[in-house]
């Protein structure tokens, strides 16, 4: 199975960008679906991820800013990300935690000042 993710891009400091991610064919089970963000000389970390109960996690970083949903029939899972700041510019990674973890390919998030 693969993960296509989709929606990055350049945008200023207070826009707003919605990434998509979809799997390539139906996955089950799903334990959760969610976003990972890596900038230049720093790790790996969760930006959000939603269960397939519906019960979601956020970064404290992003809390208030950014909203993570999903369509568990069709495992594709949306993150709209409002009041963007330049320290949210990353490479984010789509996840997907079945009886291993998947990944996607990356898309690059920019935010300027």
């Known amino acids: 199975v693969q993960l296509q993710a989709s929606g990055g891009g350049l945008v200023q400091a207070g826009g707003s960008l919605r990434l998509s991610c979809a799997a390539s064919?139906?996955?089950?089970?799903?334990?959760?679906m969610g976003w990972y963000r890596q900038a230049p000389g720093k790790q790996r970390e969760l930006v959000a991820r939603?269960?397939?109960?519906?019960?979601?996690e956020y970064a404290e970083s992003v809390k208030g800013r950014f909203t993570i949903s999903g369509d568990n029939t069709i495992n594709t899972v949306y993150l709209q990300m409002n009041s963007l700041k330049p320290d949210d510019t990353a490479v984010y990674y789509c996840?997907?935690?079945?009886?291993?973890?998947?990944w996607g390919q990356g898309t690059q998030v920019t935010v300027s000042s």
């Open positions: 939603i269960t397939s109960g519906g019960t979601t």
């Open positions: 996840n997907l935690r079945t009886w291993g973890d998947v």
């Open positions: 064919r139906r996955i089950f089970p799903v334990d959760y």
